[in-house]
């Protein structure tokens, strides 16, 4: 497989099947008495990450399929250590409440990678449409809620000043694309503002900071969180906020209707206040509100979501409560 990246130019290595045989051999205890049959770069972001899936069987003829995380900047110890505390935690794939990460099985420092198993399933996403959509609902809920009680003390914080500082390094870019809409995008800033400095930071803990359906995979009735390489200490409202924001977003886009998934976001907030307390209903429609604005600017990111970026400018000043008169 021809593969170049200057930032990584190991990574010719992580895609030869013989040299991969070599390292996990040397590298890994479960690569140890494994062939490798099969290497697949599943992402790439030029000079910044790689994702590599490899397909390994033993001597046995079990296949063992790992996941591959490479970063330019170095090797993600922090994410690796994270998942490996989780795991040991009560996150392993036996465990009874049905909530896990993947398996962290080692690090191989020359190719900046750090690798866990692949899960089988299908992300939250994918079934939002189907009938039975709604069954992972509630169990969504009660893992956002596990993983902020692991009590895994985070190295990084993301408070409200973090969000609206996003809002304000993002929100500009648009009035640059759209300067139609300045007037429209300054008013949502100021309201996001005022947003923000009314609500309330109940408690701090580790929280995921990009929970939302992708990020969670459904293999039957176990569930599997995937990719904490932002955890940080925050109020665990951001998480539930972000994930009801992208529930909306997607039926928006999907069936032009915001509150098409209304049944499933109702079961999933209701249930996540039940275990963690009313108090942060509040906390929890700001940050809906908050994550449907950065929306804004990631809907002007993709050429087939630039049709509902004004939809989406729509939705945040009904949020806000601005009227629109220009």
Not at 48 to 66: F, H, N, P, V
Request: hydrophobic letters at 40%; glycine letters at 6%; charged letters at 25%.
């Amino acid at each position: 497989m021809d593969f170049s990246d200057e930032k990584m130019p190991f990574l010719a290595d992580a895609v030869d099947r013989v040299r991969v045989e070599e390292c996990f051999e040397g590298c890994l205890d479960i690569g140890k008495n494994c062939h490798v049959q099969n290497v697949r770069v599943i992402r790439h972001k030029l000079g910044r990450r790689c994702l590599i899936e490899y397909e390994l069987i033993d001597d046995a003829g079990e296949i063992i399929t790992l996941i591959g995380k490479v970063r330019a900047k170095g090797t993600d110890f922090r994410s690796y250590e994270l998942q490996k505390s989780l795991w040991k935690s009560g996150f392993a794939d036996d465990s009874a409440d049905g909530i896990s990460v993947p398996e962290p099985v080692g690090i191989i420092p020359e190719w900046q990678m750090w690798l866990q198993r692949r899960v089988e399933g299908v992300t939250a996403t994918q079934i939002l449409s189907q009938t039975n959509g709604i069954f992972p609902a509630k169990l969504i809920a009660e893992a956002a809620y596990k993983l902020h009680q692991a009590n895994i003390i985070p190295l990084r914080s993301h408070r409200m000043s973090d969000e609206l500082r996003i809002l304000h390094e993002r929100i500009p870019l648009v009035m640059e694309q759209y300067p139609q809409w300045q007037r429209r995008l300054e008013r949502i800033l100021l309201a996001s503002d005022d947003l923000g400095a009314n609500t309330p930071e109940l408690k701090l803990c580790g929280i995921h900071r990009d929970f939302y359906p992708d990020q969670v995979i459904i293999n039957n009735s176990r569930l599997y969180l995937l990719d904490l390489d932002l955890y940080c200490a925050g109020n665990p409202a951001v998480d539930i906020g972000n994930f009801i924001a992208h529930l909306q977003e997607y039926s928006l886009r999907t069936v032009g209707n915001s509150q098409a998934l209304q049944e499933y976001e109702n079961i999933f907030k209701t249930r996540f206040l039940q275990l963690i307390g009313d108090e942060f209903s509040p906390a929890i429609q700001a940050y809906t509100t908050l994550t449907l604005v950065r929306h804004i600017h990631i809907s002007t990111l993709f050429p087939e979501r630039r049709p509902f970026t004004e939809t989406l400018l729509n939705l945040c000043e009904q949020r806000l409560n601005i009227t629109h008169n220009s």
